[in-house]
């Protein structure tokens, strides 16, 4: 089979199915659970300052502060940094700004950097647990100013628990990642641009995830992207686009690499071999052309950003409030927050929209329950109207805003089936309302296999978005990987692999148990750290 047929039958093999889920392990023991945080044994550690509340902002009243250990500090708690502990009888875990399936956190961070004050020319890698950069590379070699970060995933971190269609929720966590990214640089007045042009083989030299002495008996690092940050002073023309740069290769005569990757799980169960086939035929091979401008739809999305503390406070909802009802502009504006706008985040991603939202909408006081579908590119919806049932209505709702593309398909009560699909989860059907993401599937992935994974790259950034706009609302969501997908497909009427299902999310008033204690995310440097805002 060629690359792209492997994603495709990988994506069948993974499927949930009434009967029969994917396969995964038959037991769990949760006290041999793989250790959630990565470290290098034997180089450097520098200790990051805990002072986004210091740097980080909301408006263009203050400069954007210059790359430096503070701002990069600044960046990384509000992205990747933890946010919380969570005590439980004996028991005990870590929660990130970057949510993730299982809270199992599969994307590690490394940090490339050149001329930054504070920091020699080289490679780190980002150790979240105690807020620290270690130095992986350092580099003698002259190398122009610059700045970037790259994301890779242990897949084994989810396989642990999810079996074989962990390789899928690793992707939606590394969009999570790529939104919880722009949405802290923001905050800083930075810029974030995607480096297309590296491809898996480069990113993994840069990363150093290719070093097989580095990772004797440790659980290995597939490398997936690469951004590059830049400050407003870098920009020389705001009008024109900027062209990404990536860092030079690291060369041998002029560098020197140190760490041992520690051992996740020293007794692990099972092996999924289906999962190194996907994730060796989903690499990028080819260099990536610069996308061309895109239009962006009209409308009246808020241009705010999330503050530090809605950033530092998002939670996943485990259980709803069923009699609980949210406004029709509340939900309005969730709707509208998934349309691509030139801010952030959607302005790191420079593709078209591929992903399109199917709701069911439950408890919104003004809007009819029923079934509806975002279509979040016009060019798409022609396509959208020949796959789905011709049965369904594509009526817009009274009181939608016009600009909104949001048409119901068929009215009704759908908490039942929205459980039923939700692997009869109630968090589906107990939430104001629930969604499944659709994907244009099967031409992109033939396109270029690569495409399976950005698919999920940018379904992880819709359900990025939904978290932090249902934040500043006062109310909560949580993602649903475990989603019966044909049984959604069927009831869209869809046929064959044209759109397929990727990821599934809900939204309403979470309840919270009071039996759960949170303490703050670095207790022993309380006296480090300046209050978020």
Not at 21 to 44: I, K, N, V
Not at 168 to 180: E, P, S
Not at 251 to 278: C, F, K, S
Request: hydrophobic share 40%; charged share 20%; glycine share 6%.
């Amino acid at each position: 089979m060629n690359a792209a047929d492997i994603a495709i039958a990988y994506h069948e093999r993974t499927k949930h199915r009434p009967g029969r889920y994917a396969s995964g392990p038959e037991t769990l023991d949760w006290t041999s659970q793989p250790d959630p945080f990565r470290a290098f044994a034997g180089c450097p550690s520098f200790r990051l300052p805990l002072c986004a509340g210091r740097l980080a902002h909301i408006g263009e009243d203050r400069a954007a502060p210059e790359f430096s250990l503070d701002s990069i500090g600044a960046l990384l708690q509000l992205s990747l940094g933890l946010s919380a502990w969570k005590e439980y009888g004996p028991d005990r875990w870590a929660l990130r700004c970057n949510p993730s399936s299982g809270n199992l956190h599969p994307t590690e961070a490394y940090v490339i950097a050149h001329g930054v004050a504070g920091l020699d020319a080289g490679l780190y890698h980002y150790a979240s647990r105690n807020h620290a950069l270690e130095q992986r590379c350092l580099s003698t070699a002259a190398h122009p100013p610059g700045l970037w970060i790259g994301l890779s995933s242990i897949h084994w971190r989810e396989a642990w628990k999810y079996g074989e269609r962990a390789f899928r929720y690793c992707q939606l966590d590394v969009g999570h990642a790529l939104a919880a990214l722009r949405y802290a640089a923001a905050l800083l007045g930075w810029e974030v641009r995607l480096v297309a042009g590296c491809n898996s083989q480069r990113l993994a030299a840069l990363l150093g995830t290719g070093r097989d002495q580095d990772y004797a008996g440790a659980e290995r690092e597939a490398p997936d992207l690469l951004v590059q940050l830049t400050r407003p002073a870098q920009i020389v023309d705001p009008a024109r686009p900027q062209v990404v740069a990536e860092p030079a290769p690291w060369d041998a005569a002029d560098t020197h690499w140190r760490g041992q990757a520690n051992l996740l799980d020293p007794h692990p169960m099972y092996h999924w071999p289906v999962i190194d086939e996907v994730a060796s035929a989903t690499e990028s091979r080819q260099d990536e052309a610069a996308a061309p401008p895109r239009n962006y739809p009209p409308g009246s999305a808020a241009t705010h950003l999330p503050a530090p503390e809605v950033i530092m406070g998002r939670r996943s909802a485990q259980r709803f409030d069923p009699q609980f009802e949210m406004a029709a502009a509340d939900f309005y504006h969730l709707v509208d927050s998934l349309l691509p706008r030139p801010q952030a985040p959607w302005d790191i991603w420079d593709y078209a929209p591929a992903i399109h939202p199917v709701f069911f909408v439950h408890r919104v006081d003004g809007v009819p329950p029923g079934l509806y579908i975002l279509v979040r590119v016009a060019a798409a919806e022609s396509r959208l109207r020949q796959a789905l049932s011709d049965e369904f209505e594509w009526q817009k709702a009274e009181g939608c805003p016009d600009p909104l593309p949001l048409y119901r398909l068929q009215a009704g009560k759908w908490n039942k089936v929205a459980r039923a699909v939700s692997c009869a989860q109630s968090i589906a059907a107990d939430s104001c309302f629930s969604l499944g993401m659709l994907a244009e599937f099967e031409a992109k992935v033939q396109e270029d296999a690569w495409r399976y994974r950005q698919l999920h790259w940018e379904a992880g950034l819709l359900g990025h978005v939904l978290y932090l706009e249902a934040e500043t609302l006062a109310l909560r969501g949580t993602g649903i990987g475990c989603f019966l997908d044909d049984a959604f497909h069927e009831l869209l009427g869809l046929q064959g692999q044209r759109f397929q299902s990727l990821y599934h999310f809900t939204v309403g008033r979470a309840l919270t148990d009071t039996r759960i204690t949170t303490l703050p995310p670095y207790h022993d440097r309380i006296a480090d750290m300046e209050d978020i805002p």
